[in-house]
């Protein structure tokens, strides 16, 4: 059973303050990594997306991949209130282009 | 680019009743996935078409639920007959290959 496994939170963090959002997986072939925000009552966005080992930074949002150890995370910086919001982590597991999502995090940004 | 489209936003129907999804993916998309997603929950995948083939569709409670892409573009998911707990959000992406999948609008279902 392929699963992707997200802490549920909610995960509060001030704002201005970096948010740390993690996410670990459970199948080595995996290739492809996303990460979504889902605001209340709206479909899931694409925010980030990782292909391979190491960094990758887009603004405020930095996206960290290590497939030895089968995590990914997503770190924002300067949190703003606008970021108060699910994210969900996806992975690609190859073959036929499956998506195995986790349950999402939710963070909450406190002014 | 135009994105997903899906329609219809909302739909209330009584229990027993019928119901039908559609979704037109982005142009060139080969992937195409139905999801149910319930509140608080992260999306569960019904059925993932590609071109207009079947790649997995093992979530789908197939007494009640189908789903067609026809030509391997647009594509539409039916629910007859309907239970309380098919209340959910009933999203519709697509995707080229193992790239980014993206979302429509989605359409929230209630069941009463």
């Known amino acids: 059973q392929k699963e992707v496994e997200q802490n549920s939170g909610p995960l509060s963090v001030p704002e201005g303050a970096i948010a740390s959002l993690n996410c670990t997986y459970s199948?080595?072939?995996?290739?492809?990594f996303f990460w979504y925000r889902q605001y209340s009552g709206k479909s899931p966005e694409l925010i980030m997306s990782?292909?391979s080992n190491g960094d990758k930074e887009d603004g405020r949002f930095t996206a960290q991949l290590n497939k030895a150890s089968q995590y990914v995370s997503l770190l924002i910086r300067d949190s703003q209130p606008s970021d108060s919001a699910t994210y969900l982590c996806?992975?690609?597991?190859?073959?036929?282009?499956?998506?195995?999502w986790g349950a999402g995090t939710k963070l909450i940004i406190k002014p | 680019e135009a994105g997903v489209a899906q329609s219809p936003r909302y739909k209330i129907i009584e229990k027993r009743q019928s119901v039908a999804f559609w979704c037109n993916p982005i142009?060139?998309?080969?992937?195409l996935y139905w999801y149910q997603q319930i509140l608080g929950q992260g999306p569960k995948l019904l059925i993932q078409?590609?071109?207009?083939?079947?790649?997995?569709d093992s979530q789908l409670p197939k007494d009640r639920f189908s789903a067609e892409r026809l030509k391997g573009v647009d594509s539409t998911l039916k629910i007859q007959p309907a239970k309380l707990e098919d209340s959910a959000v009933y999203l519709c992406?697509?995707?080229?290959?193992?790239?980014?999948?993206?979302f429509g609008q989605g359409t929230r279902l209630t069941v009463v």
């Open positions: 992406a697509s995707s080229f290959r193992d790239t980014e999948a993206f």
């Open positions: 142009s060139g998309h080969a992937t």
């Open positions: 078409f590609q071109n207009n083939g079947v790649v997995d």
């Open positions: 199948d080595r072939g995996s290739q492809s």
């Open positions: 990782i292909y």
């Open positions: 996806a992975v690609n597991t190859g073959g036929n282009y499956q998506l195995i």
